[in-house]
């Protein structure tokens, strides 16, 4: 199975599977085998892509694309799978609910559910909602919770299923309490923003009024015109300088809480004495009704009754009457009337609510703003604070999680065929999330101090820790581990770039290798690493338990052989190369990992490794070696330039590009080595000839090669100079897969005829055998990422004689090249050598990560290796500056990149392999481009960036030496100190209510500074810029010229309500909603009441649904090629499988729901793509934030089915939310912002109010202009727009002056006979004809008074369909009224056009886009 490894933050949606339609094709080559028939008989065609090229299970995943096909006549390459396919018959059945008090209901089920999700159901339920202990009875039996319904006997369509109530034990009351209490606040939305319990914030209700679907059908589109109010607040009209917070978290009416009850707590009678136990008492509660009636209520195992207890005497007897109820519920509306009304009427309005407004998220998400919120009793939230809430905190009998057992059992169940592998991987992504959550509550006990440490004897910053059976460090260089390699910077890089090894090895999933569960917290300016316990490992010394590796960086090094050969398994994916090291007694020992990486074998017989922090080699721009020089680009730029630490190591996606560069280079190679001999001897190749000729014709099927998840396919023309993909997805195209076992004898049957290998042998079958022995694959494909396939394919048809050299490296690989002759084996060998690989037969290129760490020897004979190596890596940093950068930059250019914030820019970075210690690098190499000003936001998001990383580096230690009672001041201060322009910021501290009057005295005259711990106070402004510039040029070696926040929006033209959205975002601050006047120079802008909270930054591993990821990308695959109905089908399924792993709520589901919507409007179904899209909506606002720029991209896809379905008022709501979180994000200057105000405009045309939509279609051709270049078609399709408007406002000359502009742009770029110019010519005309006649009608007037006969003129108001169809046009979006017949042509053609489209690198930003409308003008 390909994995797709997650190199991303949990934050971080778009950046690997999204947009879907973006031209992510995987590879429509099939896998290795030749000539595939679609045997599994599920439609594909030979020209799409297989889902995955692991032999092991090659269709167990086809059939379960709701086709009930057997897979019985499986392809003839495949016996081992025919007995796996296993269909999934999901064919739910009704069944028939009866609750006490409730008419019976029927409930929908399906046979995988347990019967424990019934119970969710029924709680969920508004008449069942307030039942926690009961049983599910059929026929008088009682169901087992955990059972599958399947596996119940007499089970069926319409069986009728009992609520039986049961008696209550302490559990299950405390369990019955906490869910009535999770009732009462379910429209509260203060968990959310105390960012706790996976609560988080969504506001598209508040713009959408209710449920779109049902007001869709209830509007009658005719009466909508004269009803909208059209005008946007002041603050969203373009030009306004105004930023203000307060509508980012608009007032929601529905929170308006409704009051159930005054107070519900714990009575301080808890627990019961012996004696009332024995009656049953099981707990107290104390409650004051909405009426101030204040009762005292038993819960005891029959039920909740009243008793006679007042505050200050306890009598636990009954009262009269006791009310006894089986739920607290039902007591509670018997006593108070008021608490019943509002009870059913708060349920009514909570089931009225999205489920995706109230699901929990898989990770919890924090929000950097929140209102001041009424701090209320609240029992449940007072006793988890003061219990440790271990006890019944998961429901989990037998009180803690054995964190490490679970993560490892999970990692060992079985994963043979799709049910087995979906199983598998839900397990292993909840665990996950739970330890993610549980991690981080522990990591922040820590800091606060509620955690004693396992060594208290020691000082603070070596203490370790543990709790809830997790183990917590702090990022400190203790016991002077990391003295050589920088220190405390090294000891806090060590933590990410450990992660970042646990994520690469997990990703590659080797059976019987394990990692520890690791998560990385930054809180309160410091760093924790929590980490799963190896058992036993606390009992022994280090020195005894590590087997393999190295405890004191390499002077001892021990290995061992059934790790080297866990690890060899993991070498090809990794790119590590096995190589020997000397220990301290001078003999060689072989490692296949870096020294550091310790193997340990834990009690339980497990072999784990851990201290993955060198996995990937080091990067020698930022170390400087003696003696070493590094290629001329690089010290053209200044490298090698000092770092804090030596840790700083290349990304894997970095890895992963150059090795594909170097592919293209070897074939490059080979083949002009080819091309000479053959050249001498003509008709010894002719036979070869035919396989290259056939190359060109067999490309286009191979669909456009491009990076299957990245956001920017590569484009063409850059090829030979960019890897078209991004690392961890080059690995991953479903062809790129071979399992490797078979693949040997796969490809000796292939090279037979050149032109059919050249057709279906993925280019890796290469470096298959790497040393002449095929590595076996466990039954997942553990070879997960295997060797990158070269996925810039463009670039083969140019080069004459790459077929054949392709051809000779396969047979190579699969012969041990004994037919080969002499000459042809020279010729790979000498490629091999020119590009690096570490073997003479086939290309295949690996890394020391040992190569420059201080303390590691190598044996003499293996110094050529050495060398060789050091070689590689210094290519390696030449090619991340000479090569990625300049990739980047173009990707901006022409807009296949476009980032928005800080975090966008980053993932941008990440995907191409830069890391973000590159940034000042990458800002001077944009300051030097000749284009320049098309770039002006992409410096301005950067330099914002930097700015905010330097000072989110000074924060950091600045908190360090505060105290917990004086942190909102600190903070105040700091953010003072950062924004706000007033000159002498003064810290308050925080002494004055807490001290006696004596100490005030004396404190009066103490310098503010002289304490201890108030050194934070002394914080100028000048003083904290100057910092910030310092930390510029030697963390990044950028020069700021600046000394104060003024000077710096000035200069770089920075708002700052990004500048503290960013610094919030990356430091974890919360801050109180409200205006904040930055540019006073009277007062400080922030107080400390306007800090609300200090939240931790959480990293940590993301596990993935590889199956419903191919079903994803396959379904890419189909859009792309014109067949959307089995694109549909396929996403479907996707959705299904992501669902299944996932739950409901997560990123890529996200990326699903909109390809879903997007197909859903363009096959017409356009309230489906509105129920879609709204999901779409939900789910980014809930999983990435409220003003993440996935979210706003969401809410502009939405608007445009809103004004699709006819709800123009909604849509422009959507539109005007949309342009309000971009201003807040990133300002107006941006190229998206070209995009969203023409869609503002089309609307606003479309209800016929001209001005406004002329103030937004004329910003939006100001930022085509400048962005795209005034010679560009988005321009003239502005100056179009424009046009159109002027002329329904009857200004002619105007449009005539705006459509001239278009008109000319189209003759030049697409020339006279296109059709785009004829229609432009057209529309010329008749507005000339309309100009002449108003021109006649004036004169008329003028000559003949009042009494002139006039004509009447054609004013024509925009129709709703011709706005629609210009607003699909900018949207990216195109239709074609075809027959049947046309259909058919068009398909050939939509194929030849995706190969342009690849090419030409789309000019569209909405990057989704089937057809692109400008680019690829349809010319049917």
């Known amino acids: 199975m390909v994995s797709k490894t997650d190199d991303i933050p949990a934050s971080v949606p778009n950046c690997n599977s999204v947009d879907p339609a973006e031209g992510d094709t995987p590879d429509s080559k099939e896998t290795t085998k030749t000539s595939f028939k679609d045997p599994c008989g599920c439609a594909h065609s030979a020209d799409t892509a297989m889902m995955n090229g692991n032999g092991d299970h090659d269709h167990s995943e086809e059939t379960d694309s709701k086709q009930e096909g057997s897979g019985a006549d499986a392809d003839p390459g495949e016996d081992a799978n025919e007995q796996e396919v296993i269909v999934i018959q999901d064919t739910g059945f009704t069944v028939k609910i009866q609750a006490p008090g409730t008419e019976p209901f029927d409930l929908q089920v399906s046979p995988q559910e347990m019967v424990q999700e019934i119970h969710q159901v029924l709680m969920d339920r508004e008449d069942t909602c307030h039942r926690t202990c009961f049983s599910l009875q059929l026929d008088g039996n009682v169901l087992d919770n955990f059972a599958e319904l399947k596996s119940i006997e007499g089970l069926q369509e319409g069986s009728f299923l009992k609520v039986v109530e049961e008696p209550y034990t302490v559990r299950e009351a405390r369990i019955h309490v906490r869910h009535i209490r999770d009732l009462l606040k379910s429209m509260d939305p203060s968990d959310a923003y105390n960012g706790v319990d996976c609560n988080s914030l969504s506001f598209l209700s508040v713009f959408t009024d209710g449920d779109l679907g049902d007001s869709g059908k209830r509007k009658k589109k005719g009466s909508e015109l004269e009803q909208i109010d059209c005008t946007p607040p002041e603050h969203i009209l373009p030009g306004s300088k105004e930023r203000p917070l307060v509508p980012l978290q608009p007032q929601n009416k529905d929170w308006k809480p409704l009051q159930c009850l005054k107070v519900l707590t714990m009575s301080g009678w808890n627990p019961p004495p012996g004696n009332r136990k024995m009656h049953g008492d099981l707990m107290y509660l104390y409650i004051v009704t909405a009426e101030e009636r204040h009762v005292s209520i038993t819960a005891s195992t029959r039920g909740f009754y009243l008793n006679q207890s007042t505050t200050y005497s306890f009598n636990p007897k009954p009262a009269n009457p006791s009310f006894l109820s089986h739920s607290l519920v039902e007591l509670l509306s018997q006593i108070s009337p008021a608490f019943k009304k509002n009870f059913t009427a708060l349920q009514k309005k909570r089931v009225q609510r999205h489920p995706f407004e109230r699901i929990a998220t898989p990770f919890q998400v924090y929000s950097w703003t929140a209102p001041q919120i009424d701090h209320a009793m609240d029992c449940v939230r007072a006793e988890d604070a003061y219990t440790s809430r271990l006890g019944y905190e998961e429901h989990i009998p037998g009180q803690t999680r054995d964190w490490n057992e679970e993560l490892q059992t999970t ?224 010290q053209r730029l200044a490298y090698p330039r000092q770092h804090r630490h030596r840790l700083a190591c290349l990304r894997q996606e970095l890895i992963e590009a150059f090795v594909e560069h170097r592919y293209l280079l070897f074939m490059k190679m080979a083949a002009l080595q080819l091309m000479q001999q053959k050249a001498n001897k003509e008709n010894k190749a002719a036979a070869l000839t035919d396989g290259s000729n056939a190359e060109p014709e067999a490309s286009p099927a191979d669909g456009p090669q491009s990076a299957p998840a990245s956001e920017d396919p590569a484009p063409a023309s850059d090829a030979p100079t960019e890897p078209a993909t991004t690392p961890s997805e080059a690995s991953q195209t479903p062809e790129s897969q071979p399992a490797e076992a078979e693949t040997t004898a796969t490809v000796t049957t292939t090279t037979t005829t050149a032109a059919a290998a050249e057709a279906t042998v993925p280019a890796e079958a290469l470096a298959v055998t790497t040393n002449g022995t095929p590595e076996p694959e466990g039954p997942d494909g553990q070879g997960r990422e295997c060797e990158s396939p070269l996925e810039g394919k463009e670039a083969e048809e140019s080069i004459p004689g790459l077929a054949q050299a392709k051809e000779l490296a396969e047979s190579l690989a699969a012969e041990d090249g004994s037919s080969i002759d002499p000459k042809s084996r020279e010729v790979v060998l000498n490629a091999c050598k020119a590009v690096g690989s570490i073997s003479d037969t086939s290309f295949d290129i690996r890394f020391n990560p040992d190569i420059f760490s201080p303390g590691v020897r190598f044996p003499e004979s293996s110094a050529d290796a050495i060398q060789k190596q050091k070689q590689l890596l210094k290519d390696a940093a030449a090619f991340l500056v000479s090569c990625q950068i300049p990739s980047l930059v173009k990707d901006c250019l022409d807009h296949s990149a476009l980032p928005m914030d800080g975090t966008t820019l980053t993932e941008a970075l990440h995907q191409r392999g830069i890391n973000v210690r590159y940034l000042g690098t990458v800002l001077d190499f944009v300051d030097k481009t000749p284009a320049k000003t098309q770039l002006e936001y992409f410096y301005r998001i950067g330099v914002s960036e930097l700015v905010t990383r330097c000072a989110k580096h000074i924060f950091k230690t600045y908190l360090q030496g505060v105290e917990l009672s004086a942190l909102s001041a600190a903070v105040s201060h700091f953010l003072n100190c950062f924004l706000s322009s007033f000159p002498d910021a003064v810290a308050h501290l925080p002494a004055d209510e807490l001290v006696s009057r004596r100490k005030n005295r004396k404190r009066r005259n103490r310098v503010p500074g002289g304490g201890d711990n108030t050194a934070w106070a002394s914080l100028t402004p000048v003083e904290l810029w100057k910092n910030i510039v310092s930390e510029a040029q030697t963390y990044y070696h950028f020069t700021l010229h600046c000394e104060s926040v003024d000077q710096a929006v000035e200069k770089y033209g920075l708002q700052k309500s990004t500048l503290l959205r960013e610094i919030s975002v990356k430091t974890g601050i919360q801050i109180l909603i409200k205006e904040y006047n930055f540019d006073s120079r009277h007062k400080p802008a922030f107080t400390e009441e306007d800090i609300l909270n200090i939240f931790p930054v959480v990293k940590h591993v993301n596990p993935k649904a590889s199956d419903a990821f191919h079903f994803f990308q396959s379904g890419q695959a189909k859009v792309q090629q014109g067949f959307l109905k089995e694109g549909c089908e396929l996403i479907n399924e996707a959705l299904n499988l992501f669902n299944n792993v996932y739950g409901a709520m997560h990123v890529e589901i996200c990326a699903c729901l909109r390809l879903l919507a997007r197909l859903n409007y363009i096959m017409g179904d356009h309230p489906e793509a509105l129920n879609n899209q709204q999901k779409a909506v939900l789910m980014s606002e809930r999983v990435l934030g409220i003003e993440h720029p996935n979210t706003i991209q969401e809410y502009m896809h939405l608007a445009l089915y809103c004004f699709a379905n006819g709800q123009l008022s909604t849509a422009l709501k959507l539109l005007y939310r949309a342009r309000y979180l971009m201003l807040v994000v990133c300002g107006e200057d941006h190229p998206e912002m070209a995009l969203l105000d023409s869609n503002i405009g089309l609307v606003l045309h479309g209800v016929m109010e001209y001005d406004l939509s002329l103030r937004f279609l004329e910003n939006a051709l100001a930022i085509n202009s400048k962005y795209h270049g005034l010679r560009s078609l988005k321009v003239a399709l502005s100056h179009h727009l424009v046009a159109r408007v002027y002329e329904s406002k009857a200004e002619f000359r105007s449009a005539l002056q705006h459509e001239k502009e278009g008109y000319t742009i189209y003759k030049n770029q697409v020339g006279e006979a296109h059709e785009k110019t004829k229609e432009s010519s057209e529309y010329l005309k008749y507005l000339t004809q309309q100009a002449v006649a108003l021109q006649r009608t004036m004169n008329e007037i003028y000559k003949n008074g009042s009494n002139a006969s006039i004509m009447p003129l054609k004013f024509t108001a925009p129709s709703m369909a011709s706005v629609l169809e210009q607003l699909n046009i900018i949207n990216g979006i195109i239709f074609i009224p075809l027959s049947q017949k046309d259909l058919e042509n068009l398909k050939a053609e939509v194929q030849r056009r995706q190969m342009l489209q690849e090419a030409s690198k789309s000019e569209e930003p909405s990057e989704e886009t089937p057809m692109e409308p400008e680019d690829l003008p349809v010319d049917d």
């Open 411 to 634: 990692r060992e169940l079985p994963r043979k065929n799709l049910p087995e592998r979906l199983l598998r991987e839900r397990a292993i992504f909840k665990v996950h999330s739970d330890f993610a959550a549980a991690a981080t509550r522990g990591a922040m006990a820590v800091i606060d101090g509620n955690v004693m440490a396992i060594n208290p004897g020691e000082e603070t910053r070596m203490q370790m820790f543990i709790w809830n059976n997790i183990f917590f460090s702090l990022g400190f260089d203790v016991r002077d581990h990391y003295r050589e390699l920088g220190g405390d910077a090294a000891a806090h890089a060590a933590p990410t770039n450990d992660l970042n090894g646990v994520r690469a090895y997990g990703a590659v999933d080797v059976e019987g290798l394990y990692t520890l569960g690791t998560v990385v917290v930054d809180y309160r300016g410091y760093r924790v690493t929590a980490q799963s316990i190896i058992p036993g490992i606390l009992e022994r010394e280090q020195e005894q338990s590590v087997i393999y590796g190295s405890i004191d960086f390499g002077k001892t090094v021990v290995s061992h052989p059934k790790y080297l050969e866990l690890l060899e398994k993991t070498s090809r994916p990794l790119k590590v190369q096995r190589h020997p090291v000397l220990n301290e007694k001078e003999a060689p020992v072989e490692l296949c990992s870096s020294v550091e990486c310790k193997g340990i074998i834990g009690n339980d017989g497990r072999h784990y490794i851990l201290d993955l922090l060198r996995t990937f080699p080091p990067d020698l721009n930022f170390l400087p070696v003696d003696g070493e020089e590094l290629p001329p680009e690089c």
